[in-house]
């Protein structure tokens, strides 16, 4: 049974920031890693950042520079620290654990269930 259970949502003012967890059960941060993915409404979702399970991290071009992902190996916990929130960053945000699929490549296997960040001007 994997459980993915993300916190720390809320609502913030441009320029302000957020550390989002994602509390993991069923999972081992090893193989393909785990990510962030954020969705807009009309909009498809889309990747924030990926963390591979050697601890390099990737992140969407937007991103870069303001937010950070990390994780903790002991506490089964994945972080994501965003800063500089602009209110195009609003968004349902999703923590996901990565899987193989059939052509052999990492994709999201299993998602938390969200948790809204709101940046107001």
């Known amino acids: 049974q994997v459980q993915l259970v993300e916190s720390g949502g809320g609502s913030v003012e441009s320029g302000g920031s957020l550390n989002l967890s994602c509390a993991a059960s069923?999972?081992?941060?090893?193989?393909?890693?785990m990510g962030w993915y954020r969705q807009s409404p009309g909009k498809a979702r889309e990747m924030v950042a990926i963390?591979?399970?050697?601890?390099?991290?990737h992140y969407t071009d937007s991103m870069k520079g303001r937010f950070i992902i990390s994780q903790d190996h002991d506490k089964n916990t994945l972080y994501l620290q965003m800063n500089n929130l602009k209110t195009e960053d609003t968004a349902v945000y999703y923590c996901?654990?990565?899987?193989?699929?059939?052509?052999?490549?990492?994709?999201?296997?299993?998602w938390g269930q969200g948790t809204q960040v709101t940046v107001s001007s």
């Open positions: 069923g999972v081992i941060f090893d193989g393909c890693g």
């Open positions: 996901a654990a990565m899987g193989r699929n059939s052509d052999y490549m990492c994709v999201p296997g299993y």
């Open positions: 963390i591979s399970s050697d601890g390099t991290a």
